[in-house]
C-alpha cells in the first residue's frame, strides 16, 4: 500500500480535493509522512484480527481508549494552541493518528507475545508461566 501510494502521490490527492491551498500542503511533506506510516497501520490492522479472532473485543476497547489519551497529547503538543499554521496542525493530526495505531499494535502485540489477556486461552502453557 505504500509502494502504491508513493507512485501515486501526485494524481490520489487530486482526486479528493481540487483547492489549490490543500493540495501544497499535502505535497509538501505530509503525503509523504502517510505514505511512511502505512507499515505501522497495516500491523494494527492485521493485530485487530488477531484480537478479534481471539474473543478480544472488551480488551479492544480498553485498548483503544489507552491508544488515544497519548494521541490527543501528540496532536496538541504538535498543533499547539489557539490557531496554528495549517501545516502544523495537519502535522499534529497526522503524527497523533500515527500514535494511535502504533499502540494499538502494540497494546494487542505484546500480550499476544506474554500469551496474556484474551490470548491466555490460545496459550495455557505460557499463561501458567506467566508468559515466559
Same mark, same amino acid.
Given at each position: !500500500? #505504500? &509502494?502504491? !501510494? $508513493?507512485?501515486?502521490?501526485? +494524481?490520489?490527492?487530486? %482526486?479528493?480535493? *481540487?483547492?489549490?491551498?490543500?493540495?501544497?500542503?499535502?505535497?509538501?511533506? =505530509?503525503?509523504?509522512?502517510?505514505?511512511?506510516?502505512?507499515?505501522?497501520?497495516? !500491523? $494494527?490492522?492485521? /493485530?485487530?484480527? =488477531?484480537?478479534?479472532?481471539?474473543? &478480544?473485543?472488551?480488551? #479492544?476497547?480498553?485498548?483503544?481508549?489507552?491508544?488515544?489519551?497519548?494521541? =490527543? +497529547? =501528540?496532536?496538541?503538543?504538535?498543533?499547539?494552541? &489557539?490557531?496554528?499554521?495549517? $501545516?502544523?496542525?495537519?502535522?499534529?493530526?497526522? +503524527? &497523533?493518528?500515527?500514535?494511535?495505531?502504533?499502540? *494499538? /499494535?502494540? %497494546?494487542? /502485540?505484546?500480550?499476544?507475545? +506474554?500469551?496474556?489477556?484474551?490470548? $491466555?486461552? !490460545?496459550?495455557?502453557?505460557? #499463561?501458567? *508461566?506467566?508468559? *515466559?
Amino acid at each position: !500500500m #505504500a &509502494g502504491a !501510494m $508513493a507512485a501515486g502521490s501526485g +494524481a490520489v490527492p487530486a %482526486l479528493f480535493t *481540487r483547492d489549490a491551498g490543500t493540495l501544497a500542503l499535502v505535497s509538501g511533506g =505530509v503525503w509523504l509522512f502517510v505514505v511512511l506510516t502505512q507499515p505501522i497501520n497495516s !500491523m $494494527a490492522f492485521v /493485530w485487530d484480527g =488477531v484480537l478479534f479472532g481471539a474473543g &478480544g473485543f472488551e480488551y #479492544a476497547c480498553y485498548q483503544m481508549a489507552a491508544s488515544c489519551i497519548p494521541a =490527543v +497529547a =501528540v496532536m496538541l503538543l504538535l498543533a499547539g494552541t &489557539g490557531a496554528p499554521p495549517p $501545516a502544523a496542525a495537519l502535522a499534529g493530526v497526522w +503524527a &497523533g493518528l500515527s500514535t494511535v495505531m502504533l499502540l *494499538r /499494535w502494540l %497494546l494487542i /502485540w505484546l500480550p499476544y507475545q +506474554a500469551g496474556a489477556g484474551p490470548f $491466555a486461552q !490460545m496459550f495455557p502453557a505460557k #499463561a501458567a *508461566r506467566g508468559g *515466559r
